[in-house]
């Protein structure tokens, strides 16, 4: 296997951090493109990326940093100026929107334009943004690469300065904080208000082709972060033109509350094979066992729960009794 520890630590440009510069301005050897390749069929809806052949466990599927950022001291500083007002994720979207248009007015050409256009939040192939009218690989596309683009089409170019379509392509496809939460900031940042960004190096960025990546309740890929670079991984074999697909959720939720998270947010319904599997058994399971786990899973799914408001140890031992009781039922 390839060794690209080099690719993920690269000499700081800044105090360590971003300056918010886009893709064009980086170097090629901050990204690594390994054993995949973009696909419209084989693949869950619309567009996704496949193995282009069998993949081990931990295996390095790709490494980019991002075509655009915000500037998280930035962020930091207009969060602390603003006394409550806004939050932190709307400060980052203002930011990122603003570094989006800026890259869009520099670029040389309009390859930068073209990445953020190839993202869509729509799960039908017919429309997905047609990148065959550029001369580059879609991978190039996706990395705001691709030096074949002149010009951009009339509709795109005038959704390109449409600051509604942005924050839409943003909302949808940006990658925020991840388990470093937008809440779990403000905490580190109401505890240390001095100018600096603290421990965080990113806070939202664009990187099109991970966007691209289909979601899955039973993912095979996982994606870690060293400052703004990237790197996507194998976690489990991968056969030759399988899909690489990622949770877009907490995948350790129970089944309803993934399916509303999906909905509510994403705008479709997950079917993958855990689900589907998972939704047959709830489906045959009598009413009031699909009921009594359904309320049960919830129970022990609560999420920023305070410590006193934890059940006793004699009560977590009675709902996990229930929870078991219930999952040995013969419906099941």
């Known amino acids: ?16 951090r971003s300056t918010g510069a886009n893709l064009s301005s980086t170097s090629d050897d901050t990204v690594y493109i390994g054993a995949v390749e973009v696909a419209e069929s084989g693949v869950v809806h619309g567009r996704g990326l496949i193995a282009t052949r069998d993949i081990k466990p931990g295996e390095c599927l790709f490494v980019t940093p991002p075509t655009v950022s915000a500037n998280i001291d930035e962020v930091k500083r207009l969060w602390a100026g603003c006394n409550g007002k ?34 869509t939040s729509v799960h039908n192939v017919e429309d997905i943004p047609d990148l065959k009218q550029f001369d580059g690989s879609t991978i190039d596309i996706l990395l705001g690469k691709c030096q074949g683009i002149a010009e951009l089409t009339a509709s795109d170019a005038k959704r390109a300065n449409d600051k509604d379509v942005l924050l839409r392509i943003v909302r949808h496809n940006a990658f925020g904080p991840d388990y470093h939460n937008y809440a779990r900031i403000e905490e580190t940042w109401t505890a240390s208000p001095s100018a600096d960004a603290g421990p965080y190096s990113r806070i939202l960025g ?24 990237m790197a996507v991984h194998a976690n489990a074999p991968i056969k030759r033109g399988e899909e690489i697909g990622w949770s877009y959720i907490p995948a350790t939720q129970p089944y309803y509350t993934r399916q509303e998270q999906i909905s509510g947010k994403f705008g479709f319904q997950c079917k993958c094979r855990r689900c589907l599997l998972e939704m047959e058994a709830l489906d045959a399971a009598a009413p009031e066992v699909s009921d009594g786990l359904k309320a049960a899973l919830d129970t022990f799914n609560v999420t920023n729960i305070s410590t006193e408001m934890l059940p006793s140890s004699s009560a977590f031992d009675e709902q996990l009794q229930s929870l078991e009781t219930l999952l040995s039922h013969s419906s099941l």
Do not use: W
Not at 208 to 220: F, G, K, M, Q, R
């Open 206 to 229: 664009m990187y099109p082709l991970a966007a691209i990546i289909n979601h899955s309740c039973a993912c095979n890929a996982i994606r870690v972060f060293a400052g703004e670079v």
């Open 1 to 16: 296997m390839r060794d690209i520890s080099h690719l993920l630590f690269q000499p700081a440009t800044r105090g360590g």
């Open 86 to 119: 806004r939050s932190i994720e709307e400060i980052a979207e203002a930011s990122l929107l603003k570094n989006m248009k800026r890259s869009i007015k520099q670029a040389e050409d309009k390859s930068v334009a073209a990445s953020f256009m190839s993202l």
